[in-house]
């Protein structure tokens, strides 16, 4: 299909922590606190309901903004995207196609080298967050919306550019991972 790479969503999310920086190993931030608990001890990761809501409330509207009839929707296989409301809900608005774990169509396992989110937004966007070692909240979000804001369409095209020579490189291979990505065991 032609042009089919220009009519993917992907999703993903990043923890963002006051004293983080980037850790190139998943992407994994350490803390001196629990970064799971803020400061009413309520929890703040993206779970299930979380992720539903986000895409009741901010995803769908937009959708209907669009004319969507051509459009795709990939995501990893975190738990809170593959629980089975979360699954229902996207088959209900992308019916079959979703590209997902559990969904219509199969997201390979462990698949960061087909998901740009994973191997260069996240590290690119900390890389800029963190520059300037933010202080508050305020600091932190304001440069998070920034950095995505300065992204440039030429940058976004390089990467997937990037991304389709990745996906002809694993078809050939028979799903083979990138030779320059190393994973430890």
């Known amino acids: 299909m032609v042009d089919f790479h220009k009519r993917i969503l992907f999703s993903d999310e990043a923890p963002f922590w006051l004293n983080g ?9 350490w803390s001196e606190a629990n970064p799971q608990v803020n ?19 901010f995803f769908i509207p937009e959708l209907n903004n669009h004319d969507v009839q051509e459009l795709w929707f990939q995501q990893d296989g975190a738990t809170c995207h593959t629980a089975r409301a979360t699954i229902h809900l996207l088959k209900d608005t992308l ?6 774990r559990l969904g219509p169509v199969n997201l390979p396992p462990r698949s960061c080298d087909l998901t ?29 919306r920034r950095v995505i804001a300065d992204i440039r369409p030429q940058m976004l095209e390089k990467v997937i550019e990037n991304w389709t020579s990745r996906l002809e490189y694993i078809r050939a291979s028979r799903g083979s991972p990138m030779p320059e990505i190393i994973f430890k065991m």
């Open 95 to 100: 019916g079959d196609r979703l590209i997902s």
């Open 21 to 29: 920086y980037v850790n190139k190993q998943n992407c994994r931030i």
């Open 39 to 57: 400061d009413e001890g309520h929890n703040v990761t993206v779970n299930g309901d979380r992720y539903r809501a986000m895409i009741t409330n």
């Open 116 to 144: 740009p989110l994973d191997y260069f937004l996240w590290g690119y966007v900390k890389s800029l967050v963190y520059a300037d070692k933010p202080q508050t909240l305020d600091h932190l979000e304001d440069n998070i």
